[in-house]
């Protein structure tokens, strides 16, 4: 059965009546790393809705929003075969009404990496997720560890604001070669797309020279930044930092994370993984 779609906050509301389901957040262009979120939801949750909002105040720049893709028809039908019960498609007036002036302003986690090289990005991400969350009242939210600091950023906000429901962080989906799933993956080339396998195998470097013994972070980080700039990438960050507050780290320690953004093609890349391999990442 294809999903319901509901537009507004007061049909989103009506159509929920006391159900608390499963939530998936997402800004469309769905791709099968948005679907396992999905499938995954309608596996824990009796319903489960997926939002689909491009939303406009994590964009600093006017003109990548502008070129964000959009197909509304083709996302509603990819979520409800992935298992989606309710699409929430709200305009940009239903999520922000006339006169909104409130945001939601995340602290330390969110001042460094995406945070440092996309000005307001999470201030944005904050208040959107503050107001699906208080408008869904979901049981269970789920976010993707590709994004990884966003994860931490959101934990952070709906621990300190008493946001319903549980925060659910799940496994970064990847193609063969690595490389994590992005929709903006659709945007870089053929000969691009070759390159940017280099991020996967750059993480995979770190992790092997980390399992041999080597435990200075700078010397890590090197051996990424070398290898992604040797397949022509321009590196924007290399890191391991603690895998909680995102402080940087000068030695390996447990639950360290490498994050890694890199821009190919005029598209910047994002990846992380546990910085000492642990199966899943
Ligand atoms: P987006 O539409 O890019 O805002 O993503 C919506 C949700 O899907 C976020 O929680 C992302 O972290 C998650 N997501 C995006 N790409 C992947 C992926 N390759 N694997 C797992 N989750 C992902």
Redesign the pocket.
Known sequence: MPPLVVATREALREALGDTRPGL??????L????C??IERAARENALTVVSIFVNPTQFGDPADLARYPRDLERDIRQAGEAGADMVFAPTVEAVYPPGFDTFVEPGDVALRWEGASRPGHFRGVATVVTILLNLVQPRRA??????YQ??QVIRRIHHDLALPGDIVA?????DPDGL????RNARISPTARVQAAAIPRAIAAVQEAAAGGEQIVERLNGIAADMLQTAGLRVDYVAIVDGETLAPLQTLRGKARLLVAAEIDGVRLIDNAPAVACGAG
């Open positions: 998936v957040p997402t800004m469309g262009a791709h099968t790393g948005h396992a979120l789920y976010f993707g560890e590709k994004d966003q994860v799940c496994p970064t989906i990847r994590a799933l992005s929709s």
